[in-house]
Every structure is written in structure tokens, then in C-alpha cells.
């Protein structure tokens, strides 16, 4: 099995739709996604997933389905510097990169700050998602695995338009992975191509392993830009006097 995880083209977060940049990278992922042997499109309730999704649909002749829990993952904590609500998944490297219990697996979503907003929750309903998910397709994860378990392990291929902090959350989920450090060390351009491949070493019994992250190739074969939205800026910018 591939699942795809595929980011929104270049958003106008304002009206939660696609720009015209946006609009060209849809169209370009979509002429990519078009040759590939795709059996379900599941998407966003969002409206610059969905709109990312529609021109692959046409071309695929297919439907998708809309998940709600593949809505962008945007809970919150509390600053205890300003007593304002931050998004969780932007913390300075200078502290999340000094705080041990943020690399546990396990543990990180009972750190102090993100215990003041509803982030294991909503780690939970991600966590919840997927595995019911695979489950449809007959895969069942083992209580504390990794390892799927499945009758028969195929090479179907599933899509997922969404985000990139929910992606990565997911990625986070079945790799076994810190969502945090997912959060803050890598990047899934819009428009990007994330691909997952189930591993079969043991019949019957599978887990997933990463094949590419955040591909944008269909952008570089049309020498259209690859967008930095949801990055910081490369070099620090000059402080004004």
C-alpha cells in the first residue's frame, strides 16, 4: 500500500482558498497524479484542500471523500511569556530544542505548555483517524507497535489532501515519531508529494516507511517556483536602528 499525503497548493489563508499561483500548482500536481494508479482521494473539509484536490479528481474521474479530522492541526497552548493562545507546532528552536520529554514519542503531548490547550486531544482524534483509516483497508495497527497487521498487504494507493503541520502529524503517528520535532525540522512545500509504503518483511505483517518527503517535482518540470510558504525566513532579517 502507498498512501500520499499531499499538501494544499499556494494558499490565500484570508478566504481559505488557492491563489493563481496556487491555482497553477494544482494544475501541474494534478497532470502528475493523473498517470499514477490512484484508488481513493480522501480530503480536507478545508477549502484550499479540496479546491487542490479538484483538478486531479476531474482527471481521475473520481470523487473524494472528506474526513474532517484531516482538517489542518491547529490547536493551541498558552505562552506563559505573553498569556496569549500560540499555534503549537511553532515553538523557538532555543526552547523546544532543549526540552527532553518533546523527543518522546509518547510522552511530549503531556509537556507542560501543551497540557494548557487541547493538543492531546486532538493528537488523539489524528491518531484515531488514521487508524480507522488503514482499518477499512484491512490494516490493524498492534497496541503498542508499529506493525500492521493485515490478510493481504496490496499495492494500492490512497491519496490525502491536506496540510502540512496535519501531515506531518500523521507521518509522526506511523513512523513513531515525536509530532514536535516533525513540526520543526522539516517542510512539505504546497502542492508537495509525501509518499508512505507499507514494509512487508513477515507475512501478514507491515509497517509504513517514508519514501520521499515533500516532493515538488512537478513544479521544477514546469520551472514553476516552489513556494516558502509556512517557513521562516533563511538568513535572519536586518533589525531596524
Known amino acids: 500500500m502507498k498512501i ?74 498558552i505562552s506563559p511569556r505573553t498569556g496569549k493562545e500560540e499555534l503549537a507546532f511553532d515553538l523557538m528552536p532555543q526552547y ?39 482499518g477499512k483497508y484491512g490494516y490493524i495497527r498492534e497496541p503498542g507497535s508499529l506493525v500492521f497487521r493485515c490478510e493481504k498487504n496490496d499495492d494500492r494507493v490512497i491519496a490525502l489532501f491536506c496540510h502540512c503541520i496535519i501531515g506531518q502529524t500523521i507521518i509522526a503517528h506511523l513512523l513513531g515519531m515525536p509530532a514536535p520535532v ?30 520521499q518527503m515533500g516532493d515538488t517535482s512537478h513544479l521544477y518540470a514546469a520551472d514553476e517556483p516552489v513556494s516558502t510558504t509556512g517557513c521562516f525566513p533563511e538568513c535572519a532579517l536586518p533589525k531596524n536602528d
Open 182 to 211: 516533525l513540526w520543526h525540522t522539516t517542510m512539505m512545500p504546497t502542492s508537495s508529494v509525501t509518499t508512505l509504503v507499507t514494509e512487508e518483511r513477515i507475512p501478514g505483517q507491515v509497517l509504513f516507511r517514508m519514501f
Open 4 to 77: 500520499l499525503i499531499i499538501r494544499h497548493g499556494h494558499p490565500d489563508y484570508a478566504t481559505d482558498s488557492l491563489t493563481e499561483k496556487g491555482r497553477i500548482e494544482a494544475e501541474l500536481l494534478s497532470r502528475r497524479l493523473a498517470r499514477m494508479k490512484i484508488d481513493d482521494v480522501y480530503c480536507s473539509p478545508m477549502g484550499r484542500a479540496r479546491e487542490t484536490a479538484r483538478p486531479t479528481l476531474e482527471k481521475l474521474g473520481k470523487e473524494e471523500v472528506v474526513l474532517p479530522w484531516l482538517h489542518e492541526f491547529d490547536a493551541r497552548y
Open 96 to 134: 523546544w530544542s532543549i526540552q527532553p520529554e518533546l523527543y518522546d514519542r509518547e510522552k511530549w503531548v503531556d509537556h507542560g505548555l501543551y497540557r494548557t490547550g487541547g493538543i492531546k486531544e486532538l493528537y488523539e482524534q489524528t491518531k484515531q483517524g488514521v487508524d480507522a483509516l488503514l
